[in-house]
């Protein structure tokens, strides 16, 4: 075991590796990644240097919104494999070193959850029903919804049941928000995390962790406007990011500290980051997602204050933070540094309208976008606190943009019939290449056996970045991910602080600070976003994401200098 992964907070600095399993490896060659896909990969994940992997939802789910709607917590999907699968998937994870990370989905279950089942059996006003947000529907025989609340994939946020009654779903209809105010919930939450952790999960990321609390009762339901946050000055949003959802929280820590060492959580939260901090805190999750290097574009300005922002709110937490560039919700970062670079409330819209249009509206610049997404690496693994990678980022992948309609399986893309068209997240999720020879008609994604076509169509182009082609060339991403994450490892991971100075001496299209190496040397990250080159600090260039010549750093480029 690493030196980090020994330390009962190797969370706090640690490379978190995220698999979404249904796209990662398909072991058995029917077209859906599986655990069994992992287990046999791990030698792989090993040689990334990765002290964790985190695995997106694997359990039994009808797939509406790729596993996020969960059938049962405490099972494996069968199309996925077995509970005995995931025992041995740990086994090798441990065995290799790496912590494993599970997801837990505590806003809504799916509506094939068997709890869901018997609310419809039982009917309005029955304890069944209170497991659920349900309320009576408007209008003489409630025909008309509570109120106009939206989901956040689009179209309404009330579904009918058919008697009067409808229930909450802030995401898929198919999704049921529970509600958190229902004790059994809160007591079957525990268990399910001790089930997890009793099978040797190290640790959890917890789905949409803002939006457990709702109040639906201080007013009548009718008064609040279609959005929220529109609502009220003064009252709290009644669904999102409420105090009372710290209660929860610090009722898991207590569950986590059963354990030896306490399993960690890392919250989804996508709150304002002045509200970050108290999820993380210790007495809470420990960690919460910082999105804000993923929200910010190759921008100087936009990315140094993702950095300050970080940087606060882990302070104030006494935990630390994390660094997200990509995940499977958001385009790939190696695309949207590759497209016209404008203010980020603007970026989200172009490269949606970009992807709509099967990536034809804007040129992507790809050799662009891979030399600032190797920068950004840089850049990201020498600040403090823990990376959160996406599968396939170590590849250089970009953004599938052009899959066609009928082949994409999100369902922000099906509910673009009640509004603006969107095509949703598939583009970042398909199937991994790992052989350039596309003899299986899958790149290598599906073991032997029957070669099922993999569940969302691969472009030629991924030949080019399997990971054989990448593995045999010393310059490609694959290549440059495991030099900077084995270093990283050892000159900062293992210096166990915190610590980040900013060097002074840089205009402002330079980012550039100091942390202390375990050698007791210091190592300079400097990262050059203007036009010309910029002067290296004195001393020995011990990675750089492009070439330096005469100690002079490039635009777009990163360098780690250390003296
Ligand atoms: C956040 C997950 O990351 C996303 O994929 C999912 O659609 C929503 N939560 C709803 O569970």
């Known amino acids: 075991m690493t030196k980090n992964n ?41 040689a990334l240097g990765v002290d964790a992997i985190w695995l997106s939802p694997f359990y039994p789910s009808p797939l509406v919104d790729g596993g996020y709607d969960v059938a049962d917590y405490r099972n494996v999907d069968p199309r996925l494999g077995t509970l005995e699968d995931f025992d041995a998937m740990v086994a090798a994870a441990h065995g290799a070193g790496i912590k494993v990370v599970v997801d837990i989905v505590p806003n809504h279950t799916s509506t094939e959850h068997e709890w869901f089942r018997a609310a419809l059996a039982a ?37 009918p049941v058919g008697d009067g009654d409808w229930y909450l779903h802030l995401f898929a209809v198919e999704q049921a928000d529970l509600n958190w105010k229902n004790p059994e919930v809160r007591e079957d939450f525990k268990r399910t995390l001790r089930f997890w952790s009793d099978r040797g999960a190290d640790g959890f990321r917890i789905d949409v962790a803002h939006a457990l609390a709702k109040d639906l009762d201080s007013r009548p339901l009718d008064e609040w406007p279609d959005d929220p946050d529109q609502g009220h000055p003064g009252e709290e949003n009644p669904l999102w990011d409420r105090p009372e959802v710290h209660e929860i929280y610090r009722e898991w820590r207590e569950v ?45 300005d936009e990315l140094r204050l993702a950095i300050e922002d970080g940087l606060a709110s882990a302070e104030r937490s006494g935990s630390t933070t994390t660094w997200v560039l990509s995940n499977h919700d958001v385009p790939r970062h190696a695309t949207r540094y590759g497209l016209p670079q404008v203010k980020s409330e603007t970026h989200h819209q172009l490269v949606t309208d970009w992807l709509l249009r099967d990536g034809r509206t804007y040129r992507e610049d790809r050799a662009l976008g891979t030399r600032r997404a190797r920068a950004a690496l840089l850049m990201e693994l020498a600040l403090p606190g823990s990376v959160y990678l996406y599968q396939g980022e170590e590849l250089g992948l970009f953004e599938v943009a ?59 182009w991924f ?21 900077a994450l084995a270093l990283r490892a050892e000159m900062l991971t ?17 980012i550039a600070f100091e942390r202390p190496c375990a050698d007791g040397r210091t190592l300079a990250c400097v990262t050059n976003f203007g036009q010309e080159g910029v002067p290296l600090p004195a001393g020995e260039v011990v990675l750089a994401s492009a070439p330096t010549e005469d100690g002079t750093l490039a635009t777009d480029a990163t360098a780690w200098v250390v003296r």
């Open 256 to 300: 986590f500290n059963e354990y030896e060492p306490p399993r960690f959580a890392v919250g989804e939260a996508w709150v304002v980051p002045e509200h970050q901090w108290r999820y993380a805190s210790v007495d809470e999750l420990g960690q919460v997602f910082n999105f804000e290097l993923a929200k910010a574009n190759w921008m100087a």
């Open 6 to 46: 020994a330390a009962a907070d190797w969370w706090k600095q640690a490379v978190v590796y995220q698999v979404y399993p249904r796209s990662f490896y398909d072991a058995n060659g029917d077209g859906l990644g599986d655990i069994r896909g992992v287990t046999e990969r791990m030698d792989y994940l090993a």
């Open 402 to 460: 052009d899959i066609p309609w009928g082949a994409l399986e999100d369902p922000e893309a099906a509910m673009s019939a009640h509004g603006d068209a969107i095509k949703g997240r598939d583009g970042c999720r398909v199937p991994l290449p790992w052989e350039a020879l596309d003899e299986t008609g899958a790149f290598g994604f599906s073991g032997p056996a029957d070669h099922a076509p993999a569940h969302l169509p691969q472009p030629a």
């Open 463 to 483: 030949a080019g970045h399997a990971v054989d082609v990448e593995e045999a060339d010393d310059d490609s991403m694959l290549s440059f991910y495991r030099r």
């Open 123 to 159: 009917g309005p006003g029955s304890p069944e029903r209170d497991r659920y947000i349900f309320r009576r529907g408007r209008g003489e025989a409630g025909e008309l919804p509570p109120n106009g609340w939206k989901s956040t994939f689009g179209g309404p946020g009330w579904e």
């Open 494 to 510: 293992a210096a166990r602080s915190t610590e980040l100075s900013w060097a002074d001496g840089y205009d402002d299209q330079v």
